[in-house]
């Protein structure tokens, strides 16, 4: 299995710009994860999925920022408008269930820079 | 709130040596444990987990403690390499809510040859 799949892997924007993180988890996971790292606040979880469905999202910084998992194979993080706060690296995870006994997963992130 | 911390300073060592790094949380009792290894421009990967009923787990030079009495693990890699620098996290389960996993900060790792 090639892992979980991040795409792109860097993004330079400017403030205002909408900007789309792309994953893809490990064939056969139920659980998606998104974080987001810096190194003020270390890695964060933003949203997590199960089965496809969003079971929590308190993480989300705020309505800018919103999570789609449209099937077992592909989910999106967007943010709009982006600003400049938002620079960070961003991760997919995945594991085979959401309990709290799975591991997950990490794709290689992506590093987000809004200039 | 429930706090996880990690030495914050970097560990620097010397090849060969054991390398001890700690994780305390604070205002509760995690049912589990679990240890990753982040290596820059990487995510992380996990290496161990931990139950609170194990006192002690080892995978081949690693060795994980849980003291619930101390509300501490220690993560312990002995005969260290210069391929073990990396950053090494804990992650345990939240005080409340839905997510399966909270992550320390890490602390940063350099072996030295």
């Known amino acids: 299995d090639a892992g979980v799949i991040q795409s792109p892997r860097h993004e330079v924007t400017e403030m205002g710009q909408e900007v789309t993180l792309r994953c893809k988890p490990i064939?056969?996971?139920?659980?998606l994860f998104w974080y987001r790292q810096t190194m003020m606040r270390g890695l964060e979880l933003l949203i997590y999925f199960n089965n496809n469905v969003p079971i929590d999202d308190s993480g989300m910084p705020e309505d800018r920022f919103s999570a789609k998992m449209p099937n077992a194979s592909f989910s999106t993080l967007k943010i709009q408008p982006s600003e400049p706060r938002d620079s960070a690296v961003y991760f997919c995870a995945s594991s085979l269930e959401a309990g709290m006994l799975y591991e997950q997963y990490f794709g290689p992130g992506t590093r987000l820079t809004v200039t | 709130s429930q706090k996880i911390e990690q030495n914050s300073e970097a560990l620097n060592i010397q090849e060969g040596k054991t390398a001890t790094l700690t994780c305390n949380y604070t205002n509760y009792s995690p049912a589990y444990l679990q240890w990753y290894r982040q290596d820059p421009g990487r995510g992380p990967v996990f290496l161990l987990l931990i139950r609170e009923n194990e006192k002690e787990k080892r995978k081949e030079r690693l060795k994980v403690t849980f003291d619930t009495t101390l509300k501490q693990s220690l993560f312990h890699i002995t005969a260290s390499q210069p391929a073990d620098s990396a950053t090494y996290l804990c992650?345990?389960?939240?005080?409340?809510?839905?997510?399966?996993?909270?992550f320390g900060k890490g602390t940063r790792l350099s072996v030295i040859a």
């Open positions: 064939s056969g996971h139920n659980s």
């Open positions: 992650a345990l389960p939240p005080h409340s809510g839905n997510t399966p996993l909270v």
